[in-house]
């Protein structure tokens, strides 16, 4: 069973993403150098999911879960507006890649399948250890 806090209404599924996985394991290295990616502090790689009460900073701005909570809906994968201005406008190009290839898949089979994939997508094929979304290699593989 997947924890509703990480189903971002974006399709970036939280369960793996760094910021999150670095909190959740309270890995403080993993923090250092997302850090110095967001140009932020350590202590402000912080968060359970885009739907708990410790949200990272720039995802609590974010545009397209401010249009979905006004529109009442769980995510971009029930709007008929899909791919939308706010979704083209994203500022992360490999967060946009991701979105414009998660949010149909999530559209087809479900939220509960579509978080088993993505958990799947972001799994190494040698050790099993979950690695994070964008991740070039495994840190358990392939330490840093």
């Not at 971009?76 to 500022?91: I, S, T, Y």
């Not at 946009?96 to 799947?120: M, Q």
């Amino acid at each position: 069973m997947y924890n509703p806090e990480t189903v971002a209404p974006c399709g970036l599924y939280c369960g793996v993403c760094g910021i999150y996985m670095a909190t959740a394991g309270g890995d403080e290295e993993l923090k250092g150098k997302l850090a110095k990616a967001y140009g932020v502090s350590p202590a402000d790689i912080l968060c359970r999911g885009c739907r708990s009460d410790t949200v990272f900073m720039y995802c609590k701005v974010c545009g397209i879960k401010a249009c979905t909570a006004e529109k009442g809906i769980e995510g971009c994968h029930l709007c008929d507006a899909f791919p939308c201005g706010k979704v083209e406008a994203f500022p992360v190009a490999e967060g946009k890649k991701n979105i414009l290839r998660a949010v149909p898949r999530w559209r087809e089979i479900g939220t509960e399948k579509w978080v088993e994939e993505e958990e799947k997508l972001s799994t190494c094929r040698s050790c099993g250890n979950r690695m994070f979304r964008g991740a070039k290699k495994c840190r358990s593989c392939n330490p840093l």
